[in-house]
């Protein structure tokens, strides 16, 4: 990891994959996370298995990623955008397979409504493959629009997740 960050914020980065070693490629992108420059990853939740958003497609691997960071939230979006173009991401359907997503779901305190980035990260409420590895890392979180995350989990079942063990 780096030294120590003046003046970050932490940022929560969703992780998922169902193509191609899908923990493998979590895996290969947190490395990649923590050295970024101007970001220190602080934490990461277990690797869970969920069913995906359309039928017919293999199940992801998902995870949530805390990092602490000075970089501004575009040029993150961007950083991470290249990492799943690095990885082999292929943009073709909304929510279809691929080997690698990554999204900002929350950056510090922000409210962030831009053309190619908003936070909180929409529909996350509706997302257990979101919300539980999230609690993981943040269980008292309240988000930026004042939302407590324990709300938001009493309002999403566990359902279609499987926790994976920790690696040895």
Known sequence: MNEPL??????????????????????????????LPDCQLSGVSSFYISDSLLPGQPRFTNAVAAIDTAL?????????????????????????????????LLFGDRLIDEPR???????????PFVLYPLAELAPGLTLADGRPLNRL????????????PAEA
């Open 153 to 164: 989990l009493d309002e999403c079942p566990f359902t279609g997740l499987e926790r994976l």
């Open 72 to 104: 501004p939230p575009l040029t993150l979006l961007d950083a991470l955008q290249a990492i799943e173009l690095d990885q082999g991401r292929e943009r073709h359907e909304r929510w279809g397979p691929r080997t690698l997503d990554l999204d900002i």
């Open 6 to 35: 003046l003046a970050t914020e932490r940022v929560y980065i969703g992780l998922g994959s169902n193509l191609a070693d899908p923990a493998e490629q979590l895996r290969c992108a947190l490395k990649t996370i923590a050295q």
């Open 117 to 127: 980035l908003k936070v909180p990260h929409y529909h996350m409420q509706a997302r």
